[in-house]
């Protein structure tokens, strides 16, 4: 975990604290904490990240909306 970044270290704990983790969710979530504008640019590249890490698990609700949930490691 010393290799994330700060906004991934966010992820993580906006992933865990949602009942619903889903992209636009979390992106609402980290919009409100950070009073700013997250782009998609940002947002999915550093879940992948999250994703690939093994922190992270991701799945599919439908064709357009994946779903977030920590794994035991994250």
Do not use: C, S, W
């Not at 640019?41 to 609700?61: A, F, H, S």
């Amino acid at each position: 975990m010393h290799d994330l970044t700060g906004f991934q270290r966010d992820l993580l704990y906006v992933v865990n604290g949602l009942d619903d983790p889903h992209g636009l969710a979390i992106k609402d979530e980290l919009e409100d904490y950070y009073e700013k504008e997250i782009h998609h640019g940002r947002l999915y590249p550093n879940l992948d990240t999250l994703v690939d890490k093994g922190l992270v698990e991701k799945g599919e609700i439908d064709n357009r909306t994946n779903f977030y949930t920590l794994t035991q490691r994250g």
